[in-house]
């Protein structure tokens, strides 16, 4: 349904592409990738020795997890396969310019370019770089060398440092530093599970329903109160177990209908 949604939003010029893309990776970082993160988190807390800590032993498709450590001599970087699962649930959600066949080489010296000129991330000249791929076995999870200034913190906390990109290899991990994630615009925190206490994105769908929404209304403010009622509407009528999300896709769907 997600999709159908997505496509009928752009088709009536809601909202593009790029605008629903832009708002889903502002927020892709709170649909984990916590089990990865804290993965990695607990191999940097085992006073310095490699553990075989893997967020779980095979990924739901099936296939197993390798944890690959970068360092100041060698950086990894995973780069997409073809259609083949994501691993998403340990990982975090693909970010929108991470896709087969896109702007990702597979030749190391344009990685290094690509890592630098896109990324920010200017190795070393002396680092060697590998590109990993998955495979019909085994996933990827790279381990970047541990943020400074961390010592004390526990696995939590440190796995607040690490994104999706760095699980990937295309960051490092970031400094450690006391504050909320990014709490978005200030008309939205009235929808219901926007603010930053009631955020809780699960799977990917509920990120694109939340990017769609964000979307829209930057590009056509009036639709705010609109969406805002609907929204709202439903979500009073929702049952109890059911993703507050679920409203906001209803009421997209709605809208484009």
Not at 215 to 224: G, N, T
């Amino acid at each position: 349904m997600i999709t159908k949604v997505e496509q009928a939003v752009v088709a009536r010029g809601f909202a593009s592409t790029t605008a629903i893309d832009r708002w889903a990776d502002t927020h892709a970082d709170e649909v984990g990738p916590i089990s990865g993160a804290l993965a990695v988190a607990r191999r940097w807390s085992a006073s310095g020795r490699r553990t075989a800590d893997h967020p779980s032993r095979r990924c739901r498709c099936g296939r197993r997890w390798e944890v690959v450590d970068n360092s100041a001599t060698v950086h990894h970087v995973v780069v997409p396969a073809g259609a083949i699962c994501t691993g998403w649930p340990v990982l975090g959600v693909p970010p929108s310019w991470y896709t087969p066949g896109g702007l990702i080489p597979h030749k190391p010296k344009d990685i290094r370019y690509v890592l630098a000129a896109r990324h920010g991330l200017v190795l070393d000249p002396g680092t060697e770089v590998r590109a990993l791929v998955d495979d019909r076995d085994t996933h990827h999870l790279i381990a970047p060398p541990r943020p400074p200034a961390t010592e004390g913190l526990g696995p939590f906390t440190l796995s607040q440092t690490l994104t999706r990109t760095a699980l990937r290899g295309f960051d490092q991990a970031r400094p450690h530093v006391d504050g909320e994630p990014y709490a978005g615009p200030d008309w939205a925190r009235s929808l219901p599970g926007y603010s930053f206490d009631e955020r809780s994105l699960d799977r990917p769908w509920e990120l694109r329903s939340i990017a769609m929404v964000l979307a829209i209304v930057s590009q056509h403010p009036r639709r705010e109160h609109q969406l805002l009622d609907e929204i709202t509407t439903i979500a009073e009528k929702l049952p109890v177990r059911a993703s507050i999300y679920t409203a906001w896709l209803w009421a997209l769907a709605r809208m484009t209908h």
